[in-house]
Nanobody
Framework: QVQLVESGGGLVQAGGSLRLSCAHSGHTFSNFALGWFRQAPGKEREFVAAIGWDGSTTYYHDSVKGRFTTSRDNAKNMGYLQMNNLKPEDTAVYFC??????????????WGQGTQVTVSS
């Protein structure tokens, strides 16, 4: 059973940065693609970024391109989402997700519990 635990969320001013981490356990981490998603109050969960098993393939939502970077360290079983130049509209609960297939949809099989990111103006 794969378990995912996000950390690194918090309150930051607009223009600031945060780095989210996703700790993976339960199966061989390098067998899985990682996705990052977010959900704001009253809105549907939306795709943010995704990274393939070896880190060579990444995808980003247009709204975060040039500001967010996803990466992974397979030796440490960790995934990361570096968020720079944060905007108030980035405020949401952020989730990491894992699946054997790299996708930009919410069809990932395994999900973390989420971490809150709040950006003040």
């Amino acid at each position: 059973q794969v378990q995912l635990v996000e950390s690194g969320g918090g309150l930051v001013q607009a223009g600031g940065s945060l780095r989210l981490s996703c700790a993976h356990s339960g199966h061989t981490f390098s067998n899985f693609a990682l996705g990052w998603f977010r959900q704001a109050p009253g809105k549907e969960r939306e795709f943010v970024a995704a990274i393939g098993w070896d880190g060579s393939t990444t995808y980003y939502h247009d709204s975060v391109k040039g500001r967010f970077t996803t990466s992974r360290d397979n030796a440490k079983n960790m995934g990361y989402l570096q968020m720079n130049n944060l905007k108030p509209e980035d405020t949401a609960v952020y989730f990491c997700a894992a699946d054997r297939v790299l996708m930009t949809t919410t069809r990932y099989y395994y999900w973390g519990q989420g971490t809150q990111v709040t950006v003040s103006s």
